[in-house]
């Protein structure tokens, strides 16, 4: 009882092995495993509150250059200013677009881009197939246009519609399941290639879209839709599907449509900030009751595993004193022979 009592006091927890209570040590190692994985979803909740943050920042800047775009349009669709003074006035036009551009590519948590949107092949050509060898497109690089991939023997072109086009010869086909990654740099693609690898010229096109991004927070201990966020954020490019700005500001006409363009484009990211708002508000709520979840798995595993010191050591205590009695009793009772021996030495 001593020793059950000083391996409690000297561990902290009243239950140290399956034989001290094997339902109780069984219920405490489940809540353990789900603290760990709420104590890291409280974490990524925070993480996303923080990445959102920063694609709203972005957003907030892009904002101040449609406001300057505005301010630029009402002027250009004056007639107190002339044909020079359009020219001058469109040149800061193209120029506020390019850095809305930079601002679109260049918002990022940690290598994430958040605000540039995602890249999707479709119309993919019946042609690129997995029997002829082409196994995969990434054209995660690529900019929105139609692309055509033609194969000759093991040399590989790749062209757009605007005439920009590359070609790569790798040498030798891939063997067995092997394959070769060919890296279109000059225009962001990336095709895998298999052993299958055959001449193509015909249906061999393929179109790369740019859509809102889908961002996904695990923020819970289970692979469950409750336990889960999830974020759309759309291509703020300006001529992304969120911005669609076009035109320019030449002449008068030109530079009216282009106030109802940035109208519409003023809407669209308003819409898309408030969004990001109400998720951020969301995950705020979220991450709180996950913190007031944490604090109570604690307290259960606490109630369950943990020693009580004060009891515990009353109990020691007690053995203690116990022992130290038996062992006294143990003296007296060796003594006795002794006191016997002396009363017949009289």
């Known amino acids: 009882a001593m020793s059950k009592s000083l391996e409690r006091l000297s561990s ?21 495993v789900k603290l760990t994985g709420i104590s890291k979803a409280v974490d990524n909740g925070n993480q996303a509150i923080a990445m959102l943050q920063t694609a709203e920042g972005g957003i907030s800047q892009i904002n101040d250059i449609l406001a300057r775009l505005k301010e630029l349009a009402g002027q250009a669709a004056s007639d107190n200013v ?6 001058t006035l469109d040149g800061e036009r193209a120029k506020l677009e390019g850095e809305i551009d930079k601002i679109a590519n260049n918002t990022r948590y940690e290598s994430t881009a958040l605000l540039k949107g995602a890249n999707t092949v479709g119309n993919v050509g019946t042609n690129l197939t997995v029997g002829n060898g082409i196994a995969s497109i990434d054209a995660s690089g690529a900019a929105a ?9 093991t040399a590989l072109t790749l062209s757009n519609t605007g005439g920009s086009s590359q070609t790569i010869d790798i040498s030798s086909k891939p063997t067995g399941f092997n394959t070769t990654v060919v890296n279109f740099s000059s225009l ?26 889908s961002f996904a927070f695990q923020l819970g201990s289970d692979n469950d839709a409750r336990d ?38 003023i809407t669209n990211l308003n819409t898309q900030r408030a969004n990001i708002g109400a998720v951020q508000n969301q995950l705020t709520y979220h991450v ?28 020691f205590t007690r053995n203690q004193i ?25």
């Open 228 to 265: 889960q966020v999830n974020i759309s954020i759309g291509n703020f490019a300006a001529d992304g599907t969120v911005l669609a700005l076009s035109g320019d500001l030449t002449t008068q006409a030109n530079a009216r449509a282009y106030i109802d363009k940035l109208d519409t484009a």
């Open 145 to 153: 246009d139609t692309y055509t991939l033609a194969v000759s023997g």
């Open 288 to 315: 709180n009751n996950l913190s007031v979840m944490q604090e109570n798995t604690k307290s259960a595993i606490s109630v369950i595993k943990d020693a009580d010191y004060a009891a515990e050591m009353a109990e």
């Open 188 to 213: 962001g693609v990336k095709v895998t290639v298999n052993a299958s690898l055959a001449n193509v010229s015909t249906n061999n096109t393929f179109d790369v879209s740019v859509g809102a991004s």
């Open 12 to 32: 902290g927890y009243k239950l140290n092995r399956a034989a001290d209570d094997a339902a109780g040590i069984a219920i405490a190692n489940k809540l353990s």
């Open 82 to 87: 002339g044909s020079t003074d359009r020219t």
């Open 322 to 346: 116990i022992t130290q009695a038996g062992i006294a009793m143990v003296s007296q009772a060796n003594q006795l022979p002794q006191m016997i021996l002396s009363l017949l030495k009289q």
